[in-house]
């Protein structure tokens, strides 16, 4: 049985759409990455399962509750790490993990939870004296203290640098390891396939793929960008191939392909042909902001991505 | 559902997280220098400052170390309350603290205790200092009464402070608004200078207002009389109604969501 479900799920804001009828179903003990551009509709649709914010319309069970209704029962089982780091700086790590920890039917110990994410050294540290990377890893801390079965993580590492980022990622692991189902909002690919079982795209308010790490990753390497600088009118004698995916702007070439050393052998040998240097050639996979309007105009013209959005069986209703 | 007991254990109860809450913010109240100051600072100040303007005899003393008392308590009850339930507000503390199974009941109850205590602790700290810089006489046995009209006053102020939080929307404008409206209230409260100088009307007015009966039930305990039954009634109406309507404006997120979301992407990009 799932322990989160969506129906349907919407949520407007006046004739907008911030979320448009997004179903899926998250089963106990998976990693789920919501990954997406800003303003997809991530952190509506976590908080709105968190019961921070009422849906406007669609079904939602969080273990077998109505998060909007939040009865004391289901906030015990549920941990939180926000948006913002929300801790208060007086209070010392240690005093801050006991005070949560009272507010709990059934907490973890406090030094298996400074252990977890890597304080023990800084108990004694107040908050407001550590720095963003450790106080982020206080709010993950504060977020597992009442041991629950259910942790979400909106967007836990924004703004930290590479190592504060690793380290974060080895507490959630041993989280997973745990047998804990975690749902993470994320902006990076890399954070969703380091973590994640299940990935599902957000973009502009709308569920465009849900699948696992791998078949996520190869949609968003689906396309690469060949870009070069052409001399005078030197594109139109492309290779008609090539020619169809090419975009010239202020003279610079950029072909958008999918198999990439077939494009390269035409483009070289057409370089050879016409005396070009292929000035400034530089070969990259579409940039993420790309590839998510891609999804979207696949979602939209009905053109499948290489993934079922009923992956986890949920009934989309469309 | 049967086994979501054994699954959870016991819930905390509301008595004991009462109490952590109090200690909780008693332990915040003390660490934060700018509360204590404007709590313990401020009606001193007003102590010494307003000792030249008054005359000498005893009945003086007294307007003056009540004045100073009641001015304490709003300071912290009120103005250091409120700021703290804006700030926490919106640095999502509070928004955090909703999401555990604390009760709501239980942490406000729990935070006005806590303010109730350090308010006694101004208040005493006020006495004693009026003691030798203005030389007032008080007998112990009227600590009772005194006691009593600090924490009638503290629960109301907190309680018209926590209503006023769901209308703040910024710690930075906490400061004024709150000043707009308790600094008008105790001019015209006869706490800092005799009632008998301002308008009938107005006097009439400011006693059903929360500060004008506060006043006169601390200088009552303060003179040794009985509290007055009129004043009590009027604070406790007060505390009731606002405690009562705080239920329905109390915010537990921070304001403006998607301002916040903007400046930290901007923070982040460092």
Redesign the interface.
């Known amino acids: 049985m799932a322990l989160i479900s969506a129906r349907g799920l919407t949520k407007s804001y006046g004739k907008h759409n911030a979320v448009t009828d997004v179903s899926f179903d998250i089963g106990e003990g998976e990693t789920v990455a919501m990954l997406g551009p800003?303003g997809a509709g991530k952190?509506t649709t976590v908080e709105i399962l968190?019961?921070?914010r009422e849906r406007t319309r669609g079904e939602i069970r969080v273990i077998d509750e109505d998060p909007w209704h939040?009865p004391?029962?289901l906030?015990?089982?549920?941990g939180?790490v926000?948006?913002?780091?929300?801790?208060?700086a007086?209070?010392s790590v240690l005093?801050t993990l006991q005070?949560?920890r009272?507010?709990?039917?059934?907490p973890r110990p406090v030094d298996e939870v400074l252990a977890m994410v890597g304080l023990e050294s800084e108990e004694k540290v107040r908050v407001g004296q550590l720095s963003g990377g450790q106080q982020r890893r206080v709010d993950l801390a504060?977020g597992i203290i009442?041991n629950p079965r259910v942790l979400f993580l909106d967007e836990p590492t924004?703004?930290l640098d590479p190592i504060a980022r690793r380290q974060l990622w080895g507490a959630v692991r041993t989280l997973k390891a745990g047998g804990t189902t975690v749902l993470l909002t994320t902006h990076y690919l890399e954070e969703a396939q380091e973590l994640a079982d299940t990935i599902m795209v957000l973009s502009d308010g709308k569920l465009v793929a849900h699948d696992s790490p791998a078949n996520i990753v190869q949609l968003f390497e689906s396309e690469t960008h060949i870009t070069f600088r052409a001399k005078g009118d030197s594109t139109a004698a492309l290779p008609t191939s090539l020619a169809e995916s090419a975009e010239t702007k202020d003279g610079l070439v950029t072909l958008k392909v999918g198999d990439v050393i077939p494009a390269l052998k035409g483009l070289l040998a057409w370089a050879d042909r016409h005396h070009s240097d292929l000035a400034g050639l530089t070969v990259n996979p579409a940039s993420l902001e790309e590839t998510y309007l891609n999804l979207i105009r696949q979602a939209e013209e009905g053109t499948a991505p290489p993934t079922k959005t009923t992956h986890r069986g949920a009934d989309t209703h469309v | 559902m049967s086994d979501t007991s054994a699954v959870l254990g016991r819930m905390p109860g509301w008595t004991g997280s009462f109490a952590r809450q109090a200690s909780h913010h008693l332990k915040l109240t003390l660490r934060s220098s700018r509360a204590l100051t404007s709590a313990l600072m401020l009606p001193i100040l007003i102590l010494v400052a307003l000792r030249t303007t008054t005359g000498d005899d005893a009945a003086s003393h007294t307007y003056l170390v009540a004045g100073a008392v009641v001015f304490g308590c709003i300071s912290m009850s009120f103005v250091t309350h409120a700021t703290w339930l804006v700030t926490a507000r919106e640095k999502g503390v509070m928004k955090r603290l909703r999401a555990t199974p604390l009760r709501p009941s239980a942490f406000l109850a729990g935070r006005i205790a806590a303010t109730a205590v350090l308010s006694l602790v101004a208040a005493a700290i006020t006495v004693v200092i009026a003691r030798f810089v203005v030389g007032v006489d008080l007998r112990l046995e009227l600590a009772g009464p005194i006691v009593s009209a600090v924490l009638l006053g503290t629960v109301t102020w907190a309680a018209l402070g926590t209503l006023l939080s769901g209308f703040i929307g910024s710690p930075a404008s906490a400061w004024s608004i709150l000043s707009i409206v308790y600094l008008p209230l105790m001019f015209i409260s006869g706490v800092f200078f005799p009632s008998s100088s301002l308008p009938a009307w107005l006097n009439q007015v400011s006693s059903y207002l929360p500060a004008e009966p506060f006043g006169q039930l601390m200088q009552q305990a303060f003179a040794g009389h009985a509290l007055a039954g009129r004043d009590l009634l009027v604070m406790s109406a007060w505390a009731v109604v606002c405690a009562v309507a705080s239920i329905w404006t109390f915010k537990w997120q921070p304001s403006e969501p998607s301002k916040r979301r903007a400046t930290h992407t901007v923070d982040s990009g460092k």
């Open positions: 800003n952190t968190e019961g921070f939040a004391q029962r906030r015990a089982q549920l939180f926000l948006q913002a780091t929300s801790l208060e007086e209070l005093e005070y949560y009272a507010l709990f039917p059934n504060v009442g924004t703004g």
